[in-house]
Each structure stands twice: as C-alpha cells, then as structure tokens.
C-alpha cells in the first residue's frame, strides 16, 4: 500500500529562514506522490521508504524494522544541507507492507522505483528488512529493460543466499535474483564467517559472487577494495547498492536484526558508500535492517540518517552529472 508523504513529518531546527547556508533538509525537502503523474527531473534524488519486515519475520529475526522508514527520515531531516545549488531532494512517500503481504509490497516498491529512474530521480529506498533489496531490483530491472547488465554491490555480513522453498524472507532475496536473472552479477563487501555456513559460501561460489570478507576489509588497505568495486562497477550498464546495517560493528549500530561483534566501522562503511555511489553507474540505493525498536541511544537511526546523506552527498546526478537514461523506456 502507497502512503503520500507528508511535510508534517519533516521538523527541527531553524537557525535562518532566509540564509540557505544555515538551512537543515527538512527546510529543503519537496514532496513528491507517486500516485499523480511525474514531470520529469534533473539533479534530482527521491527517498522512499519501504515500511516492511515481513520478511525479517520470516526469517526469524527482531521485528522493528518497519519502523524505520519514518524514524530515518526524520533523523536526517534534521542533518544540514550541504548539496550543491540545484540538487533537490524529494520525500516520494512510502511503500507500506499490510497483512503480510510481501511479495505484492516488493511489486508495488519495483513499480515507485521503476517510475523515479524514469523520471530522471535517483531512488534511496529506506527499508525495512533486507528484503527490501528484492523490490528495489524489480524496479531496477523494469527501467533498465530484460537485456542490460546489472550489477549488484552489498555491503552486508551475510550472502542472504538462503533457498526460498517455503517462500521468500529477508535471507533469500539474492538467490532469489540470481535463479531468475542470467544479466545480473552479485558482490558482497564485508561478509563474515560467523554470519555464514559453509553451505552459503559454497553457494556463492556455484553462483559465481564476487565478495569481501570483513576481515579483509579491515586488516588490508582500502585500495584493494576500491580497486574490485572500480572493475566490477565498470562491467555493468548499471549498477544498485544494497547496505545492510547489520555489517556494521554491534557497538555502533546495536539496532538491528542480527547485530554483528565483529562487523565494520562506520568510517569505513562510509568510505565505501562515497566510492560506490560516486560512480557514474550506480543508479540507486537501499539501506536497510534498521530496528528502531531495539536500538539503544538511536545509534544506529543516526547513522543511517548520516550514511544517507553521505549518499545524497555523493552521488553523481547530484553534482551535476547527467542522469541515468539508456534502457529507459515509457513513460512516467
């Protein structure tokens, strides 16, 4: 179910009403409802929550997540605004889960995505549980068209590679991705041993997964992982980040599912995040596996607030750069 968004949602500070350069985003923030027509857009990114943790349910996880989306944005409404002259940022609403209903919920997500490419808006999906990657990919692939070569980064502990005999939960939605799309190539960054069987990392080698493990990332220099995410970017006619916070440290992001003792830093995650969405082929963005029902502090709303901006901050279109167009086709 598609709920409008709504300005009332966006508060905090005001130090100026006139001078823009004391401005926060919930002072710059323009609504956009995905169920009237869209004109299109230019240096233009929209957030869209996907208020959903069915998936996590079924997966037996720490329900919460659903909660995010609004917990989020309110978080980073009150961040500064730091995006250069004409970028904007639209609130497109959110993409709500009712009665269980998850697949129907990722469709209707794959549709709000699909229609913000075509638009010419980059989309940062809040999610939810993980399983909100799934339906950011329908729409990824519905604009892009069957026959472009789509790349998958996620910056994630686990493979989420599980099988989905009994139906899909936030653990299956890459093998999910990966049975039904031969045009798609997958590359985890921060897996660990102690979130995986040996089962999934066999698995992600018989489907061919490009991955780093935490320890690597960590222990090695940064160089080697931007080197893989360069080349693996760059064989791809677009290319859709998945983060999951759950790959960061339990001691800075304690609110999620599956929290991680021995995840990674969030100066490194966010190291990551500029590398990826900085390249001309990353199209769009999820974040997902925020619980604010069990986070401690609001440490971890924090930092995915902050991680998103540091994507809105980043991100090529944003700075001017031409949006993403081959493969679109229709209209919005």
């Known amino acids: 179910m598609y709920q409008q968004p709504e300005k009332s949602r966006w508060t905090g500070r005001v130090d100026s009403v006139s001078d823009e350069r004391a401005f926060r985003l919930h002072q710059r923030i323009r609504l956009l409802d995905l169920s009237q ?49 004409g970028a904007s940022i639209f609130d497109a609403g959110d993409v709500v889960c009712v009665d269980g209903q998850l697949e129907q919920s990722q469709a209707e997500l794959g549709k709000a995505v699909a229609r913000l490419l075509r638009s010419g808006a980059v989309p940062v999906v809040i999610g939810g549980g993980h399983e909100t990657a799934y339906g950011h990919y329908l729409g990824v692939r519905e604009a892009l068209g069957t026959d472009a070569r789509l790349g998958i980064i996620n910056i994630d502990a686990h493979f989420d ?52 493990l935490e320890e690597q990332l960590t222990a090695g220099p940064m160089e080697a992982a931007y080197e893989q995410i360069e080349r693996f970017a760059s064989t791809y006619d677009g290319v859709m980040l998945t983060i999951c916070m759950d790959a960061i ?9 599956a929290p991680s003792p021995f995840g990674l830093a969030p100066s490194l995650v966010r190291a990551l995040i500029r590398r990826i969405v900085s390249h001309p082929n990353t199209i769009s963005v999820d974040l997902c596996e925020v619980n604010p029902l069990v986070d401690e502090g609001g440490k971890t709303v924090a930092l995915a607030a902050a991680f998103c901006l540091e994507i809105l901050l980043h991100l090529q279109c944003l700075q001017g750069g031409p949006p993403f167009k081959s493969g679109l086709s229709g209209g919005s």
Request: with cysteine; aromatic share 8%.
């Open 249 to 257: 440290s339990a001691a800075a992001a304690p609110g999620v599912s």
């Open 161 to 212: 590679l599980r099988p989905y005999d009994n139906g899909p939960t936030s653990g299956t939605m890459f093998r999910q991705i990966l049975d039904k799309d031969k045009q798609v190539g997958y590359c985890c960054l921060g897996i660990q041993k102690l979130g995986n069987t040996a089962a999934l990392f066999a698995d992600a080698q018989r489907y061919g997964c490009e991955y780093m």
């Open 37 to 85: 027509p869209l004109a299109p857009m230019e240096q233009a990114a929209a957030l869209i929550g996907f208020a959903c943790d069915e998936g996590v349910r079924r997966n037996q996880g720490r329900q919460g997540a659903k909660e995010a989306p609004a917990a989020v944005k309110a978080a980073l409404g009150r961040l500064p605004w730091h995006l250069p002259q």
